[in-house]
């Protein structure tokens, strides 16, 4: 007869409602044995859930027992392990017909259990942060509760509750193996490698060389992707400089192709003579005292003013045009008149 554990009650329960949920053993081995020692003693050890139906303890009972074809068991209810790392701390010690945990399953456990930790550790941090004797300032730097990680040595405590004896870097080697198998960003030949590594481990192979081995080809293909990613960024680089300087180019050439005088032959406009500019101008001879300047301010409107000062300032930049040509064409014909004499 088991002894009953500590905060618990024994009662009868469905096998069908145990509900097995997500748990690190994913090899349960031979449930044969098991299942003929249940259906020749009994069921010596009663498996364990939580109040809401989940397994705790015995994996392999309940197998067995569904192997069996058995409707209804005694089942044990702890009421204290509702939270998960009181369930993953369970799981670890349900040593009744144990089969030992495989190298990748330990791991498994051993990350979840070191995260809880980690995570508990911090929330117990910051409940006793500003509690009296821990406010900040108040007796130094000593006095307040050290970081998660540093005095509670997570990954120890999270390795030492594992079955096994392993030490926390093997099952970090391993999480690494693993990472590489499924992280993508590594060619398909390295993650092959690492599955092919994990595969070893899982027979039982020895975890360092098989670390070893992918972190060198996985470190290899790493440093050639950052430096085919440098080149690719050095050269991306080189390609937005020369279009930056080309649409620099291309603008000051479009705005010189604005700003340059374009010539009444290219506009389409018919050249008059000489003739007809000296009678128009004759005919604008004092033009401007032909008007009512104050009745042009009332009665012209701001297009039709705008539109004579355009012409005006037309006017007065062709006349200094004209006066720089006339003056040109002058000292021209007075080189070519004193050209016999030199």
């Not at 690190?24 to 859930?49: C, F, M, N």
């Amino acid at each position: 007869m088991s002894e009953q554990p500590v905060g618990s009650v024994q009662v009868e329960r469905t096998v069908a409602s145990i509900r097995v949920g997500n748990r690190h053993r994913a090899e349960l081995g031979d449930i044969d044995v098991l299942a003929a020692s249940i259906k020749r003693d009994g069921l010596l050890q009663p498996i364990t859930v939580t109040p809401d139906g989940f397994l705790v303890c015995g994996a392999r009972r309940l197998a067995a027992l569904k192997m069996l074809g058995i409707k209804t068991v005694n089942v044990w209810v702890r009421s204290g392990l509702s939270d998960r790392l009181g369930q993953l701390l369970a799981e670890q010690d349900d040593n009744v017909l144990h089969k030992p945990l495989t190298a990748l399953e330990a791991a498994a456990l051993y990350r979840e259990l070191k995260a809880i930790m980690s995570e508990e550790a911090a929330l117990r941090e910051q409940s006793t942060q500003f509690q009296k004797g821990h406010a900040p300032g108040e007796h130094g730097g000593g006095h307040l509760p050290p970081p998660p990680g540093q005095a509670g040595k997570t990954r120890e405590q999270a390795a030492a509750m594992i079955p096994g004896g392993a030490s926390y870097r093997t099952y970090d080697k391993i999480g690494y193996v693993e990472q590489v198998a499924t992280d993508r960003k590594y060619p398909e030949h390295v993650r092959v490698a690492a599955q092919a590594a994990l595969d070893q481990i899982q027979d039982g192979g020895p975890v360092d060389p098989e670390y070893t081995r992918v972190r060198a080809l996985a470190t290899s293909m790493t440093e050639q992707a950052r430096a085919a990613r440098d080149a690719e960024l050095h050269q991306m680089a080189e390609e937005a400089v020369a279009r930056v300087q080309a649409e620099a180019k291309a603008k000051k050439k479009e705005q010189a192709r604005k700003t340059r005088p374009v010539s009444p032959v290219e506009e389409g406009i018919t050249l008059l003579g000489v003739r007809a500019f000296v009678l128009t101008w004759t005919d604008l001879d004092s033009w401007w005292i032909k008007y009512d300047l104050t009745r042009l301010a009332t009665d012209l409107t701001d297009e039709q003013a705008d539109a004579f000062y355009t012409v005006v300032e037309g006017t007065v930049t062709f006349a200094e045009d004209l006066r720089t040509a006339r003056t040109a064409t002058r000292s021209a014909a007075e080189d070519v008149a004193l050209a016999p004499l030199r």
